[in-house]
């Protein structure tokens, strides 16, 4: 969420249930000077309507990717971008990728995804 706000993307926000993450990720945008720029949420991301983001930035474990790319399918616009960190979405082929290893990040193009579907 902060690298997000400091490329430009606004509204940069963030969704977590662990209270201790939540706190964790405040503190590090409050240290970052950016606490009344960016949002953290205590909230279900099963729950959340997502059909107005339009840069969606995931670091999910892997089982979590098959249930979160149906939500994302159902939810997000044509012209939204997926950004996914460490663990690829296993059935969409990604419009382009950056880095190695664990600092792996796959960016998928929603409209490029619903047309390969």
């Not at 309507?49 to 999910?60: A, K």
């Not at 690829?88 to 382009?96: E, G, L, N, Q, V």
Request: hydrophobic letters at 45%; a positive charge; proline letters at 8%.
């Amino acid at each position: 969420v902060l690298e997000a706000h400091r490329q430009g993307l606004r509204p940069a926000l963030g969704y977590e249930l662990n209270p201790w993450l939540l706190c964790l990720a405040r503190y590090r945008a409050w240290r970052a000077g950016c606490h009344g720029d960016v949002s953290f949420l205590k909230k279900d991301l099963w729950k959340v309507n997502l059909s107005d983001c339009h840069n969606v930035i995931v670091f999910l474990a892997p089982s979590v990717k098959p249930p979160l790319a149906t939500k994302l399918l159902a939810e997000l616009p044509d012209d939204a971008r997926v950004v996914a960190g460490r663990f690829p979405f296993p059935s969409w082929t990604p419009s382009s990728t950056l880095g190695q290893g664990l600092e792996q990040v796959w960016a998928y193009d929603m409209k490029e995804v619903r047309r390969e579907a």
